[in-house]
């Protein structure tokens, strides 16, 4: 199975251990990001028709060349290609259109994947965001937000599936507390384990994924945070599954 992110950060975050994971319970996916910081789908759609080079091309994991969009669209031949917003915008519909539907209709011409929309996270309460305030943010309301903008997408864009990383990460504060990023929105090793057991789930439909197996590697950002413990592995793993539950509706295998 092949898989392309066209993204930004959240999209590295999430894709760092899916490979692993997946390669550890016997599963061959490949995924790839299409990578700007911060960038939003407006400006995907714009280096389609500029063909900027602009873009680091992660393959499972790991930060490999830079290339234009056309570069990793004909990387590989893809199964599935996300799509995802900027976080700060992801609480607003209104931000993907009209060029998640350009960018779409674009990309087809070079691909037949099945389309995958990416579903991000609210920030920490100690962060900051102009519509949420701070100090503490109003990370509930930042978080219902980026769920119904996220369904209206769905809706609007006729793409049927949405992989529930917010989802995982709301679940996993509610049981971990505020503790999944490093900076207030990048996950942290934490968050990177769980969203990458989500996406394994999520893109094979299995009911259950063996954890002993998988040993996350830890200092995937920096040098110095060590990876989960075989406690926290086995408590993200049963609510990656929980997540999944929850996204009855939106998943590739109901």
């Not at 993204?7 to 319970?25: P, R």
């Not at 954890?211 to 830890?218: A, D, E, L, Q």
């Not at 413990?229 to 996204?247: C, D, F, G, H, V």
């Given at each position: 199975m092949n898989v392309l992110c066209v993204?930004?950060?959240?999209?590295?975050?999430?894709?760092?251990?899916?490979?692993?994971?997946?390669?550890?319970?016997g599963i061959d996916i490949n995924i790839c990001v299409l990578y700007i910081g911060g960038c939003p789908i407006s400006r995907h759609w714009k280096n389609f028709?500029?063909?900027?080079?602009?873009?680091?091309?992660?393959?499972?994991?790991?930060?490999s060349f830079q290339c234009d969009i056309f570069?990793?669209?004909?990387?590989?031949?893809?199964?599935?290609?996300?799509?995802q917003q900027r976080s700060g915008d992801?609480?607003?519909?209104?931000?993907?259109?009209?060029?998640?539907?350009?960018?779409?209709?674009?990309?087809?011409?070079?691909?037949?994947?099945?389309?995958?929309?990416?579903?991000?996270?609210s920030y920490a309460k100690s962060f900051s965001h102009d519509r949420y305030g701070s100090n503490p943010m109003d990370q509930e309301a930042m978080t219902r937000d980026i769920d119904d903008a996220y369904l209206k997408v769905k809706e609007k864009s006729g793409i049927k599936y949405i992989i529930p990383s917010g989802t995982a990460i709301r679940l996993a504060r509610e049981v971990c507390g505020d503790n999944l990023d490093?900076?207030?929105y990048h996950l942290n090793e934490r968050g990177r384990t769980l969203t990458g057991l989500l996406w394994v789930y999520f893109l094979t439909g299995k009911k259950e994924l063996?954890?002993?197996?998988?040993?996350?590697?830890?200092y995937t950002y920096d040098e110095v945070t060590p990876p989960v413990?075989?406690?926290?592995?086995?408590?993200?793993?049963?609510?990656?599954?929980?997540?999944?539950?929850?996204?009855?509706?939106?998943?590739?295998?109901?």
């Open positions: 993204g930004n950060s959240f999209a590295v975050d999430v894709h760092t251990y899916v490979h692993e994971i997946a390669k550890a319970n028709n500029t063909k900027e080079k602009e873009y680091d091309f992660y393959i499972n994991g790991v930060a570069e990793g669209l004909n990387y590989m031949k893809w199964d599935y290609i996300t799509f992801s609480c607003d519909a209104d931000t993907f259109f009209p060029e998640l539907t350009l960018l779409m209709e674009g990309i087809r011409k070079y691909s037949d994947a099945t389309y995958l929309l990416h579903k991000t996270w490093r900076d207030g063996d954890v002993s197996k998988f040993n996350p590697s830890g413990s075989r406690e926290e592995l086995e408590e993200l793993n049963r609510i990656a599954k929980e997540a999944i539950k929850e996204n009855k509706g939106n998943n590739l295998f109901n």
